[in-house]
T-cell receptor, first 116, second 112 residues
C-alpha cells in the first residue's frame, strides 16, 4: 500500500521569502503525485500534478514541484510567498493505473503561516 | 458553473441520531468519494463510487453508509454506530482512474 509523509506539521515564512514544503512517498512503482491546498473551512484545490514526463511541474498560483525518484520525494516550492498563500497544503499519491484503484492517499498536511 | 455542492455547511445532531450529508455534482464525473478530515490527520477515505448503483468501502467505512442512485448525487449517512462522528466531511468527484479530485466545500458535523 502507498503512503505519504509530510515531515513538517507547521511552517512559518516571511512574505516575499521562498518556500519549500516536503513530501515523501512510499510506493512500489511510479505513482501519480498531487499537491492540494486548503483554506480554513474550505475544500481542497488542486495546485499541480505529476503523471509522467518532465520531473519539474508547474502549477497554479506560481507553485512548482519536482519529482525525484531516487529520493521518493515530490517537494513543493514557490520563489516568493504572498500573504494569501497562508493555508494548509496536502501531498497525495495514487497508483499508476488508469483503470485501477481510485484511492488517493493523502499526507497529514503542512500548515503554512505567512508573516507580513 | 460546474462544481460540487455540499449541504449544509454546518450540521448539529444529538448523539444516537442518524444524519445524512448531501453531495451533488454537475461535473458529469463518474467517480465520487467521501473523506473525513480531523485536525492533524489528513484526509481519510470513507466510501467511494465508480458508477451508479455501485460503491466500495474505504479505509474507515464503519458506522457510515452511502447510496448512489443517480450519477449526480452521493449522500453519506452517519449512523449512530459511528463512535466519533464529529468531524469535517468532504465530498469529491473525478473522471475516474487516478485523475485529480474536485472537492466540495465540506460539511462540519458536530454531535453532542
Amino acid at each position: 500500500a502507498q503512503s505519504v509523509t509530510q515531515p513538517d506539521i507547521h511552517i512559518t515564512v516571511s512574505e516575499g521569502a521562498s518556500l519549500e514544503l516536503r513530501c515523501n512517498y512510499s510506493y512500489g512503482a511510479t505513482p501519480y503525485l498531487f499537491w492540494y491546498v486548503q483554506s480554513p473551512g474550505q475544500g481542497l484545490q488542486l495546485l499541480l500534478k505529476y503523471f509522467s514526463g518532465d520531473t519539474l511541474v508547474q502549477g497554479i498560483k506560481g507553485f512548482e514541484a519536482e519529482f525525484k525518484r531516487s529520493q521518493s520525494s515530490f517537494n513543493l516550492r514557490k520563489p516568493s510567498v504572498h500573504w494569501s498563500d497562508a493555508a494548509e497544503y496536502f501531498c497525495a499519491v495514487a497508483p499508476y493505473s488508469g483503470a485501477g484503484s481510485y484511492q488517493l492517499t493523502f499526507g497529514k498536511g503542512t500548515k503554512l503561516s505567512v508573516i507580513p | 458553473d460546474g462544481g460540487i455542492t455540499q449541504s449544509p455547511k454546518y450540521l448539529f445532531r444529538k448523539e444516537g441520531q442518524n444524519v445524512t450529508l448531501s453531495c451533488e455534482q454537475n461535473l458529469n464525473h463518474d467517480a465520487m468519494y467521501w473523506y473525513r478530515q480531523d485536525p492533524g490527520q489528513g484526509l481519510r477515505l470513507i466510501y467511494y463510487s465508480q458508477i451508479v448503483n455501485d460503491f466500495q468501502k474505504g479505509d474507515i467505512a464503519e458506522g457510515y453508509s452511502v447510496s448512489r442512485e443517480k450519477k449526480e448525487s452521493f449522500p453519506l449517512t452517519v449512523t449512530s454506530a459511528q463512535k466519533n462522528p464529529t468531524a469535517f466531511y468532504l465530498c469529491a468527484a473525478s473522471v475516474g482512474g487516478s485523475n485529480p479530485l474536485h472537492f466540495g466545500n465540506g460539511t462540519r458535523l458536530t454531535v453532542t
